[in-house]
């Protein structure tokens, strides 16, 4: 029943379209019109600048840790139900029904899972690799792809539980399906880099 009750909680937990609500209300303006039209964080700093942005990351972030974080570390559901709890609110995010089901991609709200569920080992990798590989790669999409990968290699040099894996791995394929458009672009770097892959 734990496990039922947080996987639902989790997903409209995930669902609440927090960064388009914060444009609406606070900025006064829809965020889907900017940028690259996602209903995320992340347009909310293209429209309002670094504090609005920052609160949104913040927000979304949140809406993963909090319900993560009691089924993981409060009511310390494992296993199969943990999966469940874990990857509901990336889920709710990716497709909430609040927006018709046209969610974002899911990246703050991933962050905010593995809060919950690692405190802050997992979310410290991920976070120095992500600003590494968007400081090397043109291509957003193919850098959280190599950000999760690395994630994957702490996960076995940490000896992970199993449902850490699963849930790496469903992480993994709803980013894949959220930024499949990103994906099929060739991997590029920037800088020096660049020329070095020319030469």
Known sequence: MDTLIFTVFGFYCGALPLAVWLGRYGLKRDIRAVGDKNPGAFNVF???????????????????????????????????????????????????PFLEFRGGKAVAVSLGIWIGLT????????????????????????????????????????????ELWVIWALNIAIFIVKHRTDLTKPIAFRGPLARLSKS
């Not at 609160?55 to 089924?71: D, H, Q, R, T």
């Open 119 to 162: 405190i802050w080992t997992v979310p410290l990798v991920g976070i120095v690799l992500l600003v590494c590989f968007s400081l090397l790669l043109t291509v957003s999409g193919w850098a959280l792809m190599f950000t999760m990968a690395g994630i994957g290699v702490y996960l076995a040099m940490a000896q992970s539980p199993l």
């Open 46 to 96: 293209r429209s309002g600048g670094v504090g609005w942005g920052a609160l949104a990351i913040a927000l979304e972030v949140a809406k993963g840790a909090f319900p993560v974080g009691l089924a993981a570390q409060v009511m310390h559901i494992d296993g199969a139900g943990l999966v469940l709890c874990a990857i509901a609110p990336v889920l709710g995010h990716a497709y909430t």
